[in-house]
């Protein structure tokens, strides 16, 4: 798989789609939390302020909010696409929902663009 220099909209919504394990640098997050994190993309949209973000489960990684926010590891994050500076798929594909999935949206979401569908969801 390519690794892309910033994540493309397209990349974001293919990796959804497809359920495809990503390994992205990020650089949004203040006070030392830049670095490389393990993530499942799950939802991706529009922030109330106007921002493309995407919801995933961090697997592991440089979470700021887990160093500093008791946010622990594994658990849900939202990044804005502007700041992951690289986007890799992984041989890994993830198939079941995590704890507190919600498959109508993001509450942290003005409009949703695509949202994961799992074929488990009764």
């Given amino acids: 798989f390519p690794v892309t220099i910033c994540a493309s909209l397209g990349d ?5 789609k ?14 030392g939390g830049k670095g ?6 799950v939802c991706v ?3 109330k302020k ?15 909010s887990a160093q500093n926010k ?4 594994p658990g849900w994050r939202l990044f804005r696409l502007d ?9 890994d594909n993830f198939t079941e ?7 109508n949206g993001d509450k942290s979401m003005e409009r949703v663009i695509i949202n994961a569908k799992f074929d488990n969801i009764v």
């Fill in 83 to 91: 700041k992951i500076f690289t986007f890799q798929p992984t041989m």
């Fill in 70 to 73: 008791g946010n622990s590891l």
């Fill in 97 to 103: 929902m995590r704890p507190g999935y919600n498959p």
């Fill in 36 to 41: 490389y994190r393990t993530i499942e993309p």
């Fill in 18 to 31: 497809k359920k495809k394990v990503i390994s992205i640098y990020y650089d949004g997050d203040d006070n």
């Fill in 50 to 64: 106007g921002n493309l973000v995407l919801r995933a489960w961090e697997q592991e990684g440089s979470s700021w």
């Fill in 45 to 47: 949209g529009y922030s």
């Fill in 12 to 16: 974001v919504q293919d990796s959804i």
